[in-house]
Structure formats: structure tokens, C-alpha cells
């Protein structure tokens, strides 16, 4: 007999470099990874449009030479993506900004949090994070 209960979430992650011209592959990536997931067109487009916004504020904001880590877990009609980069100064996300806003509006829920500062990295670790629940 077969069980019931819901398949363990699959995750998929990318490492890029933090510039600019990476930021296809990574639309390319969550475009990718949302069809697999079976969400409907216009949230694939919701959340694309989500990680564009926090990739580019982490790009402009890294230090040199250092990379964005992006994470999808998905399951149950369920995104969650985090994306994680070193940043030369705590303020990269603007939560009164009209980015954020956005990115509040087409999540259930989004947060940033910055680190202290780490030597090592040069920067503050910056980690930003969102969920959606899908309808497709």
C-alpha cells in the first residue's frame, strides 16, 4: 500500500559569481526550477521578478570577487528560495524601498538579515530570504 504522506522537498542551488552578467543564468535557473515545481505561469513570472530584485541589491552591494549563493526548495505546491552574499555595507536591502515593497507584495513572507562583519570574507554575510505558496 502505498503511503500518503508528501514527498520530501527537493532542493536546487546555483553559486555565481556577483556581477551582472550572471543574472540571465539565474533567471534562466528559477524560470527552470518553478516549471518543475508546476507553478503557474504568472507566479513563475511573480517570483523571477522577486529574485531579480534581491540578485541585483546583493550584485551592488558585494564585495569584489565574491558570489551569490541561490537556494529553491520546493514541495507541495511550496517555494522557498535564499539567496546569500558578502556585502560591503549593512544597508543593502532597503525595507522602506519600493523593491522591497514589491518583493512583500508577490511573497508570503521575506526577510534580510545581515551579519557581523567577517574579516576573513572582507564584508558582511547578507542573507535574504522568501517563500510562495503556488496555485498552479
Known amino acids: 500500500m502505498c503511503s500518503d504522506r508528501s514527498a520530501p522537498p527537493t532542493s536546487v542551488g ?4 556577483a556581477e551582472h552578467r550572471h543574472l540571465a543564468m539565474l533567471r534562466a535557473l528559477t524560470e527552470t526550477v518553478l516549471l518543475m515545481a508546476e507553478f503557474a505561469l504568472d507566479e513563475v513570472t ?3 521578478i522577486a529574485v531579480d530584485e534581491i540578485a541585483t541589491d546583493l550584485i551592488d ?3 569584489d570577487g ?5 537556494e529553491f ?3 507541495d505546491g511550496r517555494i522557498e528560495v535564499c ?3 558578502t556585502a560591503t555595507t549593512r544597508e543593502v536591502v ?9 518583493i512583500r507584495t508577490i511573497t508570503e513572507s521575506a526577510t534580510a538579515e545581515v551579519g557581523s562583519y567577517d574579516r576573513l ?3 558582511f554575510p547578507m542573507t535574504v530570504a522568501f517563500s510562495r505558496d503556488g496555485t498552479g
Not at 532597503?94 to 514589491?102: A, C, I, P, S
Open 14 to 17: 546555483l553559486r555565481i559569481a
Open 46 to 48: 511573480d517570483i523571477q
Open 61 to 63: 552591494a558585494a564585495t
Open 66 to 70: 565574491s558570489v551569490i549563493d541561490c
Open 73 to 75: 526548495t520546493y514541495g
Open 83 to 85: 539567496l546569500t552574499a
Open 94 to 102: 532597503d525595507e522602506t524601498g519600493l523593491g522591497w515593497h514589491v
Open 121 to 123: 570574507a572582507g564584508g
